[in-house]
T-cell receptor, first 114, second 118 residues
Framework: AQSVTQLGSHVSVSEGALVLLRCNYS??????LFWYVQYPNQGLQLLLK??????LVKGINGFEAEFKKSETSFHLTKPSAHMSDAAEYFCAVTSKAAGNKLTFGGGTRVLVKP | GAGVSQSPRYKVTKRGQDVALRCDPI?????LYWYRQALGQGPEFLTYFNYEAQQDKSGLPNDRFSAERPEGSISTLTIQRTEQRDSAMYRC????????????????FGPGTRLLVL
């Protein structure tokens, strides 16, 4: 079985400050990990994914995430928050055993303060 | 090109009525997934198809829920005898190859159908 825990359902950051969203996963087989972003009234959009290549993954809009097997983590960061980063972010895991069906965390809503 | 589309975007129905939710995947995409997202939670897997074959329906909550994809393109998720607990956002996603292909392939999501059962 696989699962994802996102620590913090709401995060508030100041514009220009570091964004750090935490994701820990549980998987009995090698995982594939994703971060999706959801803007209001839109579908989920892929930010980045880890599929067993480089452990540091760069995505769109200046986001990146690092896969740490020893910590079972895949935290998402962005050095400098922009007002347009206000959205809800979801971490998800899948594996070959799971047949590509995604298991999502509960999501973290990001508020960016001017 | 067009992304994944879903209709209707909003559906209000009375308890006991049947509803049909439609998903139109990206043209040529082999795999199609249905997820349900309750308010304040992440999406939860319901079922998925490769072409017209339903590969996994382990996430369907009970036998009131069914899905089909008869021609390997458009899919319909049907909920019979709706109950208030069925109220949620229903999301559809598609990816270009089946599970025989690349694992970890990106799933492209539609905007969802928000269902409210009164």
């Amino acid at each position: 079985a696989q699962s994802v825990t996102q620590l913090g359902s709401h995060v508030s950051v100041s514009e220009g400050a570091l964004v750090l969203l935490r994701c820990n996963y549980s998987s009995s087989v090698p995982p594939y990990l994703f971060w999706y972003v959801q803007y209001p009234n839109q579908g989920l959009q892929l930010l980045l994914k880890y599929t067993s290549a480089a452990t540091l993954v760069k995505g769109i809009n200046g986001f990146e995430a690092e896969f740490k097997k020893s910590e079972t983590s895949f935290h998402l960061t962005k050095p400098s928050a922009h007002m347009s980063d206000a959205a809800e972010y979801f971490c998800a895991v899948t594996s070959k055993a799971a047949g590509n069906k995604l298991t999502f965390g509960g999501g973290t809503r990001v508020l960016v303060k001017p | 090109g067009a992304g994944v589309s879903q209709s209707p975007r909003y559906k209000v129905t009375k308890r006991g009525q049947d509803v049909a939710l439609r998903c139109d995947p990206i043209s040529g995409h082999v795999s199609l997934y249905w997820y349900r997202q309750a308010l304040g939670q992440g999406p939860e897997f319901l079922t998925y198809f490769n072409y017209e074959a339903q590969q996994d329906k382990s996430g369907l909550p009970n036998d009131r829920f069914s899905a089909e994809r008869p021609e390997g393109s458009i899919s319909t998720l049907t909920i019979q005898r709706t109950e208030q607990r069925d109220s949620a956002m229903y999301r559809c996603a598609s990816s270009s190859t089946g599970t025989g292909g690349a694992i970890g392939e990106t799933q492209y999501f539609g905007p969802g159908t928000r269902l409210l059962v009164l």
